[in-house]
Nanobody, 121 residues
Framework: QLVESGGGLVQTGGSLRLSCAASGRTFSSYAMNWFRQYPGKERLFVAAITGGGGTTYYIDSVKGRFTISRDNANNTVYLQMNSLKPEDTAVYYC????????????????WGQGTQVTVSS
């Protein structure tokens, strides 16, 4: 089970940190991913981190602004979002995958319920 938190309303240029808490004892065996979804659209990949946390990957539009990290001792993955823009407004989901390097929604086994991020202009 994955449970996201940390979404909210922020002004352009502001910051938010999303958290995703996982249950279970095999958290470190999963690559963790963040997706976002605009109204009426499919979920889009945003960022990923390997099970051990040593490798990360981002889409170009968030590079240098977002940072994904994880704390395997506490079964939590984070998405630090800085310099937020109105186009970052979406529902953000965390997801768990057994495979690294495949970033489509169907490559993930477990999903959180989503958390709304709204960036006002």
């Amino acid at each position: 089970q994955l449970v996201e938190s940390g979404g909210g309303l922020v002004q352009t240029g502001g910051s938010l940190r999303l958290s995703c808490a996982a249950s279970g004892r095999t958290f470190s065996s999963y690559a963790m991913n963040w997706f976002r979804q605009y109204p009426g659209k499919e979920r889009l990949f945003v960022a990923a981190i390997t099970g051990g946390g040593g490798t990360t990957y981002y889409i170009d539009s968030v590079k240098g602004r977002f940072t994904i990290s994880r704390d395997n001792a506490n079964n939590t993955v984070y998405l630090q979002m800085n310099s937020l823009k109105p186009e970052d407004t979406a529902v953000y989901y965390c997801a768990a995958s057994r495979r690294w390097g495949r970033f489509g929604p169907s490559d993930n086994i477990y999903w959180g319920q989503g958390t709304q991020v709204t960036v006002s202009s």
